[in-house]
């Protein structure tokens, strides 16, 4: 895989859930670590995330689901993104999400999941190793 | 393509070439001002007029990069989100990434592409009106420089040179006290500074850009900048100087390209920095000893 200049990272908060702090401090992480960190704000249908991961031509999409609808919507996602050819973005997700779903989700294609809890430098970490 | 082009890929160019002849149709409308005057809030409400009229938008949003991690929150965006799933607009956030007027050749490159996209208008956001090589002048046709009431950036535009620079000037947040002041203030500036050639009279406008007050003229007022300058034949002169700036800007980079590449592998450059080091030489002469090389290698090309 090509290392990127930048890392660009979409954090996309699909649905009805209302609460983004965590979505924004991680965001803040990511830009301490160098990335270029693109945040959609709440409530955003999929067709709006695939369009933003699009035109802002981003390398990896990252989920913030604390609702505890991450399989239905990563699910939904990952068919539009293959539907669409957008083979070069990575997802990940962070958020709500119970221990026993991290294989379901990675079997659906999620590249990495960072459960609340995860430490700032895992976060980042992950997200690097994603194109080493 | 814009990826390519901000990572400075090589075969940016070879598509920027390509792009290049299908540019120069749309109108660019410069955005600035400082941070939290709403910027991307006005500019989300234009998009809005603008695709009443059936316009396809193309917005280039820049934020600055962080100098310590050379990371960026994106954030312009998100106040325009409602267009997202429009595919007659495109939005576009682009990181500064070192440079210090926040613009810089990437942005005007991204420029083209949305321009030979086929869009009709293309508003390039950023904060400050820049000093540097780059600043919103000579990248748009028509700038507008938003401030908000109470907060004297009418004297701060004064003090920089701003106030020659804009095209209409946009106190947002109009249902602020005040308003009226800071619109008197900068009409009374404008009154004083002397005629442009071509003679557009600068307008002050009144927005309120949250729930879209006074936009629709905002929008309509660029239109007519852009129609006066038409009439007037200034488009053609502006459109001159702004490929002539373009120009003079890939000359650098170019140029500076070549020549880091030099000084990565060369004795001269390892040389004089060695006779700086020891103070066989003083940094003046030694650079001036260095370019005069490169300027010999370069005309053995």
Same mark, same amino acid.
């Given at each position: ?132 | 393509?814009?990826? *390519? ?8 160019? @070879? ?33 809005? @007029? ?63 592409? *949305? ?47 701003? *106030? ?11 249902? +602020? ?41 905002? =929008? ?37 390209? +070549? ?11 390892? @040389? =004089? ?13 030694? =650079? ?14």
């Amino acid at each position: 895989m090509k290392t990127k200049n930048k890392i660009r990272v979409l954090i996309a908060k699909p649905g009805l859930d209302g609460h983004d702090k965590g979505a924004k401090i991680v965001a803040l992480a990511l830009r301490d670590a160098g990335m270029e960190v693109i945040y959609s704000g709440l409530h955003q249908t999929l067709d709006q995330i695939i369009q933003t991961a699009t035109q802002e031509a981003v390398d990896v999409i990252g989920l913030s689901i604390m609702s505890g609808a991450h399989l239905p919507i990563c699910e939904k996602l990952i068919a539009m993104m293959k539907a669409q050819g957008l083979d070069d973005i990575r997802l990940t997700i962070g958020g709500v999400i119970p221990h026993q779903d991290i294989p379901k989700l990675k079997q659906m294609g999620v590249v990495a999941v960072f459960p609340g809890g995860t430490s700032f430098e895992d976060i980042t970490a992950g997200m690097n190793s994603l194109f080493e | 393509m814009i990826r *390519l082009i901000e990572d400075n890929d090589p075969s940016s160019f @070879e598509l920027l070439k390509a792009l290049y002849p299908h540019s120069g149709k749309a109108f660019i409308i410069g955005i600035t001002g400082s941070p939290g005057v709403g910027k991307s809030t006005l500019i989300d409400a234009l998009i809005f @007029e603008f695709r009443k009229l059936e316009m396809k938008v193309g917005v280039i949003a820049v934020d600055p990069t962080s100098p310590y991690s050379g990371g960026a929150i994106l954030g312009d965006r998100l106040r325009m989100q409602r267009h997202a799933t429009d595919d007659g607009v495109f939005i576009r956030s682009m990181a500064s990434r070192g440079q210090k007027g926040g613009l810089s050749r990437a942005t005007k490159d991204a420029a083209i592409v *949305l321009d030979a996209m086929g869009h009709d208008i293309i508003i390039i956001e950023t904060v400050g009106a820049g000093q540097g090589e780059f600043d919103i002048a000579h990248l748009a046709h028509s700038t507008g420089i938003v401030s908000i009431p109470g907060t004297g950036d009418g004297i701060q535009a004064v003090k920089a040179g701003i *106030l020659e620079t804009g095209d209409i000037f946009i106190v947002n947040k109009s249902d +602020k006290p005040d308003a009226e002041a800071s619109v008197f203030q900068l009409d009374m500036m404008i009154g004083m500074r002397r005629p442009l050639e071509g003679g557009w009279t600068p307008k002050v406008l009144k927005t309120q850009a949250l729930d879209g007050t006074g936009v629709e003229i905002l =929008a309509k007022t660029f239109l007519s900048h852009f129609d006066f300058m038409k009439k007037q034949g200034l488009m053609d002169q502006k459109r001159k100087k702004l490929e002539h700036l373009y120009f003079q800007s890939l000359l650098t980079d170019l140029t500076l390209e +070549k020549i880091l590449l030099f000084m990565n592998d060369s004795k001269v450059f390892r @040389e =004089a920095l060695n006779n700086i080091e020891s103070r066989k030489t003083d940094p003046i002469t030694a =650079a001036q000893h260095v370019v005069n090389k490169i300027c010999v290698l370069g005309s053995n090309d």
